[in-house]
């Protein structure tokens, strides 16, 4: 009763969303995804690199032997970089609710969030699982677990972002909460994702992970800082269908 009256007495601070900013959650997800990247990922030749699914057994199995600590940081980051982005779907999708947003595309970017963030931390946990000391002795457990951990955190990842960038897009798009070039960006990609799908068959099309996964960093941060936070000055929150203050109003009055 008390939130209701102070709701009631200043109408501008009903009208803000409260709720942690998406901008700064998806920039704590993308320095730390790309943080654990770091360890495991070398631009320069003759060093060592994670391997690719179409490379050797013992080529994988050398990589996970020699490099247990990279791996394990690589694990550790990835796993906490989930957090912010399971936050930055929950922010996200309240956001758009509390701006008026009532068709299905919010709940299609929290399906879509969620099961991003949830197979991210299962590849990262599964990885963890491979730089434990004794695993990579055994080249035929390990190079079960690289291709899981490749599955669940490639086409794993990059189709169900695909829903989380289009259900928001589609959504803040036609309400024109979003600039056109993120929404067109955010569906451009969110193609991109859905086609990574059949990478399953066909391996050649595997480079569609990556280009889903990287300009994805940049599409979730600019959609986390442009969607607005506060509802337009002729927007009343009957028509936004959030109404906190008049429904403190009239529970008053009532």
Sequence with gaps: ???????VGNPDRALEHRGPPPGMLAIVFTVLFNAGL?????????????????????????????????VLMCAFLQ???????????????????????????????????????????????????????????????LRALYYLVYAVGG????????????????????????????????????VIGELSWFSLVFPALLFLIPLTRFPGFVWLVAAGFALPRALAPAQSPRQAGAGPARTAAGGLQG
């Design 38 to 70: 770091s360890f495991v990922i070398s631009f320069s030749r003759g060093r060592p690199h994670f391997p690719g699914p179409w490379e050797s057994a013992e080529t994988i199995a050398a990589y996970f032997r020699d490099h247990p600590r990279s």
């Design 1 to 7: 009763m008390k939130t209701g009256i102070a709701d």
């Design 155 to 190: 086409v794993g990842y990059s189709v169900p972002l695909g829903i989380l960038m289009a259900g928001v897009s589609v959504s803040a798009g036609l309400a024109k909460l979003l600039p056109r070039w993120i929404a067109g960006l955010g569906l451009l990609l969110a």
């Design 79 to 141: 796993f906490g970089s989930a957090i912010p982005l399971g936050l930055f779907t929950a922010a996200i999708v309240s956001r758009l609710r509390f701006l008026g947003v009532r068709a299905a595309g919010p709940f299609l970017a929290l399906f879509g969030g969620l099961l991003t963030a949830f197979d991210l931390a299962l590849s990262a946990l599964v990885l963890w699982v491979m730089a434990y000391p004794g695993i990579s002795q055994d080249a035929a457990v």
